[in-house]
């Protein structure tokens, strides 16, 4: 079963995001999805789905409360999930590999290895990225720095690695 | 388990404050935040189980008052037995006179997350507010692992407060979260109910908060090896009980001189300044003689709950109950019952009351009636004097003082009968009784906080002061009246051949003759074949209320006989009458009687109140006083057989 837990949508009060490990879904609007799910979706009880970087973003209808309805779209979520290439998604016209890839990188970038990397007085910033491959530059404190490579994989790869499965590799430009 | 007779304040709780009720896992910390929270001195150790019942406490943070209240600990919210049950009626308001909680603070040890996740599941499903106070961060960082609390908080939908209460840190933000408990944020959506979706819901949270357990812990491993080996384990455990009454003979003489001194000093004051004879003999023979004579035991109390709460904060006490489960798996017991049986080293009264962690109601009247042969810290007073009697502090074993040893050996006979009778009343009642799984978590070794060991040194001793300002202070004086009465004009003295100015035969006089007299000498055909005189047996029926009240009628006799010398007195004391005149009263066999009488005799009234509470019927305390009474008689004879016969058969030292 893949493992998966609601979280509150701010601004949203109708929807739950329910986290997912990185590389289940590709992201966007959920067209189609089989099963009791998609009877849901169909029947109006669950009223919008989205993919975003965090998980899957389910909004229900009017009508139908979370304390309600909750355990059932549950079920049907974990059971759709097991059939995750049978699920149809609207990518949109800016969801190339590359993008999802840059995307990612500016996240992790911005988040806990970024801070890291700030807090030691250096600074990063992408420079590309392309093929699976995210290149980033380090200045400040960490030019020339010994642990650099170190801090590269063990912090940007791994985190990146998480959010952007398909990742080849992290290098310095 | 230091938990001493009587104590557990339990404030009365204003009803305008909101109630915030601590609920988690054993050995979460509980009680620690608890004691932080409301400046009050509940006892904790690194041990579960150590919370039973529920403990109250105020606390007021900007003007905003809350009760806060200590539950047990407690794996899941479908209760196995009472103190379980305590928790899940405490939670759901069905308790009666008291509704349900307003708030919630769910303790959850960082080290076990996975494993609580599973209460914090179900507490979540109450739908109460609900804080999650985060504990022990520390040690899981040491042994690398990591949380994310903020992303913890978000995930599980609910404030998240890390607290390391041993050292204070985190309880500040504690107290203001609480403040705006009506705020809380709560989940939208329950946890599943669904086993494989509990589970694939706990590996998301963990996920979530990037939670890498702590690795396991290698120095405890390491020390857990020889520990909890089934040889070295088991000598290791009696060289460590060996050490400890060595310890509290060789250490807490120094500290008992200052005692005697101070209460010498106080006898001297009493001797000049109070006119009225009468009142100078009560305080004189009864309050400085009597209970005086008991407090001077306050060092050896004090010295062994440090050393019991030393090796409960180390974690040491786990081990030795994980090693007893053998011996009482063999005894048809469960491991919870050790627990329960632990306490009773302390006092028996935490002892029954630990038995609500029981199952079985067959298992807690089993180790209800053992509990009570378990040695308590009441009968420490009382084997002291007596071992000093019968040995000299210079004999020696090798390097080790004889008088550890023989005390030593006291408590092991108390724990083996403890043991042997809880079988046989396991086997008379429960033929065929399942034993119950029983969980027992081994905490790393911690080095444990001054606090928490001081804490534990304050509670013994003012629970040891209380005790000795109440009961045996009211039994003594009763007794001081029975040994004083009738009074006596000097006419009669005369009559009776004394010189009514020789103080020394006047007060043997009037004790020989005394209403206690009368009494002790008509008990006499029961106690004689243990060779105790009929001040012995005053001692020992003074003794049914509290035992140290044995060691108070006995000062007041002696100090009575010789009140510059009363220790002398004691071992000079002989038999004034009877068949036995002119022979020492404390003499081997006598002595060898009164410590096997007092291993066996449930001579504790709170005892046989609490086992009435805790069983609702007279039936078993009755019991449990009937054989006890029997088996003391029946082993103090047959110690006082052994000892002359081999007195009779060695050379008399």
Known sequence: ?173 | MTDSCHGGGTTSVASDAARVVLVGSPNAGKTSIFNRLTGLNAKTGNYPGVTVGRSTGLLTVDSLRFSIEDLPGTYGLSPISPDEQVVVSALSGALPGIGSPDALVLVVDATTLRRSLHLVAEVLALHQPTLIALTLTDELGARGGTLDSAALGRALGVPVVGVIAHRGLGIAELRSALTSWREWSRPVLDAPADAAELAAWVDSVLLTARYRPAGPDRRTARIDAVLLHPVWGTLVFAAVMVAFFQVIFAFAAPLQGLVEVLFAGLADLVDRFVPWPWLAGLLGDAVLGGVGGVVIFLPQILLMFLLVSVLEGIGYMSRAAFLMDRVMGAAGLEGRAFVALLSSFACAVPGIMATRTLPSAKDRIATMMAAPLMTCSARLPVYILLIGLLVSPDERFGPLQVQGLVMFALYLLGALSAMVAAWIVKAVQDRDGLLMPFYMEMPPYRIPTLRSIALSMWGSATAFLRKCGSIILVTTILLWLLLNLPLHTDAELRAAGLDPADDGAVSAYVLDTSAAGAIGRAVEPVFDPLGFDWRVNVGVLASLSARETFVATLGQIASATDPDNPADALAAMTYTDGAHEGEPVFSAPTVAALLVFFVYALQCMSTVGVMRRETGSWRWPLIAFGYMFALAWLGAWLAHGAVLLATAAGPTP
């Open chain 1, 1 to 173: 079963m893949i493992p998966t837990h609601p979280e509150a949508v701010a601004g949203e009060p109708d929807s739950l995001r329910w986290i997912l490990p990185a590389g289940i879904l590709p992201e966007g609007d959920v067209l189609a999805v089989p099963g009791v799910l998609g009877a849901l979706l169909a029947a109006g009880t669950v009223q919008q789905m989205r993919v975003d970087h965090a998980g899957l973003v389910i909004g229900l209808g009017q009508g139908a409360t979370w304390p309600g309805e909750g355990a059932a779209v549950r079920a049907a979520l974990h059971a759709a999930l097991n059939q995750a290439g049978a699920w149809t998604l609207d990518e949109g016209p800016d969801r190339s590999t590359d993008a999802r890839l840059r995307a990612a990188t500016e996240a992790v970038l911005a988040g806990r290895a970024g801070d890291f990397i700030r807090s030691h007085g250096g600074s990063i910033a992408l420079v590309s990225a392309r093929d699976g491959v995210a290149t980033v530059r380090l200045r400040g404190a960490c030019a020339g720095c010994p642990a650099v490579s170190l801090t590269l994989r063990a912090r940007v790869e791994r985190d990146l690695r998480e959010a952007y499965p398909q990742l080849r590799a992290v290098r310095a430009g």
